[in-house]
């Protein structure tokens, strides 16, 4: 069983930034996608970018330009910088590992990012 761990969440103003890490507890081999969702108040969990273990980034039209997701495979970690922040973009931040021959989700904790001046 793969354990997510992550960090970096908070309160931030509008227009701020903030960098949300994600740790696995332990190694992990093969071939392994990552990616960062969100679910805010009352509304479904939604994607927020994507990076394969190939080396492609997706990002949802809303964050596009202004989150940058990013891996470090030898740390086994995911990041995702967050810019120019919005109060829509309020919500728990879900990083998740998945290992493409399985198609097996693992989910971290979540961490509460907070927009607001």
């Known amino acids: 069983q793969v354990q997510l761990v992550e960090s970096g969440g908070g309160l931030v103003q509008p227009g701020g930034s903030l960098r949300l890490s994600c740790a696995a507890s332990?190694?992990?081999?093969?071939?392994?996608?990552m990616g960062w969702y969100r679910q805010a108040p009352g509304k479904q969990r939604e994607l927020v970018a994507t990076?394969?273990?190939?080396?492609?980034?997706t990002y949802a039209d809303s964050v596009k330009g202004r989150f940058t997701i990013s891996r470090d495979n030898a740390k086994k970690m995911v990041y995702l910088q967050m810019n120019s922040l919005k109060p829509e973009d309020t919500a728990v931040y879900y990083c998740?590992?998945?290992?493409?021959?399985?198609?097996?989700?693992?989910w971290g904790q979540g961490t509460q990012v907070t927009v607001s001046s």
């Open positions: 332990r190694s992990i081999f093969g071939i392994w996608d």
């Open positions: 990076a394969t273990s190939g080396g492609s980034t």
């Open positions: 998740n590992f998945k290992r493409v021959i399985t198609m097996t989700d693992y």
